[in-house]
């Protein structure tokens, strides 16, 4: 455990060291800063139609156990942010979000027991986010403190644009939190901002309690190159997950993106990969392969968006579990910024590895989907 420690510290030193050396410049100053806070909000809000599918347990899918033909209108997610300022260089976040962890008429929907519900089945709300962020203090870089964002897909996601339709696929199969309590330092190597990084140390308990001495170590690559047209991003991350003394349990996690930024189609693939160590039994290996595509139909009005994804819950295995693939298409209609219509499919398939040959069917589900943020 010592060595780890060790190793990520020298590394996070190097890069502050290195990023220092070829980038330090003084910090300007704005005499016309008055120190100011920002409100900002989104939401997404469905109406879905379950038009296939068993409502069997096994999966990650937001659908995968509610039954055939319900239906319902579902507030998927809701966010209240406040930002302030207090100076051009310091400024402090707080992220309130209602997110249930699964559709409306699953047995786990109802009650204390259903994510995103209070008690009594009504919408709650939990800290997403708490933390302050010192920009200068390391050349070119921002620190962060407290509960933030990780990096485990915020690039990705960002490129994908359609997180009011699904998550991205490390977090879409529960591989990974989107946020995280801890420190971060968030920087670039050039002006331009087309080579980063990131390093971070967290509690790799998401938005809950610490429940173990051990932390979760996250770095992250980036880079863009022919005006921010192709990005490559490179994210490795690993969190010790054993109770008391035992340093041998943990997850270890690599990623890749690659997304070509064209005009007007973007195109993006994503590779992730998680080794599950666990003592006294065999690692447990879940991968996958996301590739999507979006673009205009009318400019600044209506879009497209389609993707697909291949998940095997455990690439060491051949006779046990389902390999599952996920589909997603639809239109964008923007009848004025930052408010959309989003009309979609959401398909996620079953194949048994196994010899049994089990069949299970496809969870299906019809969706028009309201997004706006202000």
Do not use: C
């Amino acid at each position: 455990m010592k060595q780890h420690i060790t190793l990520f510290f020298a590394l996070a030193i190097g890069v502050v060291l290195f990023n220092g050396k070829s980038s330090a410049q003084p910090t300007t100053t704005d005499s016309t800063f008055k120190p100011h806070g920002v409100v900002s909000a989104l939401f997404f809000v469905d109406y879905f139609y379950k038009i296939n599918g068993d409502s069997s347990a096994g999966s990650k899918g937001y659908y995968a156990t509610t039954p055939k033909d319900f239906q319902a209108f579902d507030i998927r997610r809701v966010y209240l942010g406040y930002d302030y300022f207090f100076s051009p260089n310091i400024s402090a976040s707080v992220l309130l979000a209602h997110e249930p962890a699964v559709a409306p008429g699953s047995p786990a929907a109802t009650g204390a027991t259903a994510g995103g519900l209070l008690g009594d089945g009504t919408n709650g709300f939990y800290l997403k986010g708490a933390n302050v962020k010192i920009k200068g203090a390391i050349p070119m870089a921002t620190i962060i403190v407290g509960q933030q964002p990780t990096p485990a897909f915020q690039l990705s996601e960002m490129i994908w644009s359609y997180r009011s339709i699904e998550k991205t696929l490390l977090d879409f199969r529960g591989l990974e939190g989107s946020n995280d309590i801890g420190v971060a330092v968030k920087g670039n190597f050039d002006n331009e901002g087309n080579f980063g990084y990131t390093a971070m140390i967290s509690n790799g308990a998401n938005q809950k309690n610490e429940f173990n001495k051990f932390k979760k170590y996250f770095g992250e690559l980036f880079a863009m190159f022919l005006d921010k047209k192709i990005v490559v991003e490179l994210v490795a991350d690993e969190n010790y997950t054993g109770a008391g003394s035992n340093d041998t349990n943990k997850a270890a996690t690599l990623k890749g993106f690659v997304a070509l930024q064209l005009d007007p189609i973007t195109i993006g693939v994503e590779y992730a990969g998680q080794n599950q160590t666990t003592e006294g039994k065999p690692n447990v290996t879940p991968g996958g392969l996301s590739v999507f595509a979006r673009g205009p139909i009318m400019e600044k009005t209506l879009g497209f968006f389609a993707r697909f994804d291949t998940w095997n819950p455990d690439q060491n295995t051949t006779d046990k579990g389902f390999n599952e693939n996920f589909i997603t298409a639809g239109l964008d209609w923007q009848p004025v910024s930052n408010v959309h219509i989003e009309p979609n499919v959401w398909i996620d398939s079953y194949k048994d590895k196994s010899s049994a040959n089990t069949d299970r069917k496809a969870d299906v589900a019809g969706r028009l989907t309201f997004y706006s943020k202000f």
